[in-house]
């Protein structure tokens, strides 16, 4: 009596599991409801981008554009105005990528603007570097939440956040214009710059801010010069982290934008890859919408 009893109970308990496991067709469904990553760069032209270039060094030749009586130029190229190609299409590797020369200052943004994703890209630099940065690490970045007119950061970029893409510095975070924000961060002596550190308090950068514009990743986690990089930002609400290789190395939270008398909210915004003197090419350029931080990087938050 007992063992049918038993039996029953298991034969209960498979038709409940049979009726509750989904089908293929609600686990497509819900597989369908997880957004995937889409191309942001054909890799044939520049749909969906833009160029901003800024004020060409002296030692650039150009024709047609003002100089002052000491050589300087005096005006920026501007909006889709690139004589020069600073911003190129070529194949690396035998896959389309973004060549950026360095040779001047300059902005390649998206047009659309973005609120609550996940970008990501690859990076490897080049070998030529350019006046003013000749003798400097190679150096450009990656832009986001960029709002407003270019020029507002460092008279080319438009006011943003940066994940830095710099030698020894990939992932740090930097206040283009006037742009703000709180990252859990220390140092190790008062001449030191600020570090993410995600067991210390909340410290402000930003324009007037004691700590300044610059917090420096940790860890470090870029690869060697000639090697590509996968360089990745999840950006949700006015919170964003930076990813490289694969490891977290900095979180921003509470980002705003600095007017005159307040601080507005900053969630988004287009994204600006930097030409700044170093060449560099960017591939494998992807974005999908995210509604949360993932679970596995929520414990940096």
Not at 170 to 193: L, N, V
Request: aromatic share 10%; proline share 5%; glycine share 8%.
């Amino acid at each position: 009596m007992k063992s049918n009893f038993f039996k029953l109970i298991t034969f209960c308990c498979i038709l409940a599991f049979i009726a509750c496991k989904p089908t293929s067709k609600e686990r497509e469904d819900v597989k369908a409801d997880v957004p995937e990553f889409r191309d942001l760069f054909n890799g044939k032209d520049f749909s969906g981008w833009e160029t901003w270039i800024g004020v060409p060094h002296p030692s650039v030749m150009l024709e047609g554009l003002a100089r002052n009586e000491a050589g300087e130029y005096t005006e920026p190229l501007g909006l889709n105005n690139d004589p020069l190609n600073v911003f190129s299409i070529t194949e690396v590797e035998g896959e389309p990528a973004l060549h950026v020369s360095g040779q001047v200052y300059g902005a390649f943004a998206t047009t659309e603007q973005f609120e609550s994703y996940h970008f990501r890209l690859e990076v490897k630099w080049g070998d030529a570097k350019w006046a003013p940065r000749e003798d400097l690490p190679r150096n450009s970045g990656l832009l986001y939440h960029g709002t407003g007119e270019y020029g507002a950061g460092l008279e080319v970029w438009k006011n943003s956040h940066e994940c830095q893409i710099m030698e020894g510095m990939f992932g740090d975070s930097y206040r283009m214009g006037d742009t703000w924000c709180e990252i859990k961060a220390s140092r190790p002596s008062p001449d030191e710059r600020y570090m993410f550190d995600p067991n210390a308090e909340l410290v402000a950068f930003g324009p007037d801010e004691e700590a300044g514009k610059i917090c420096s990743k940790n860890p470090g986690n870029e690869k060697p010069l000639g090697m590509w990089n996968l360089v990745e930002i999840i950006c949700v609400g006015d919170t964003s982290i930076h990813i490289i290789n694969g490891k977290v190395n900095m979180v921003n939270y509470n980002s705003k934008l600095v007017g005159e008398t307040t601080k507005s909210r900053l969630a988004k915004g287009n994204i600006q890859l930097q030409s700044e003197g170093a060449e560099v090419f960017y591939r494998r350029m992807q974005i999908k919408e995210v509604s949360r931080i993932p679970d596995e990087y929520r414990e940096f938050l």
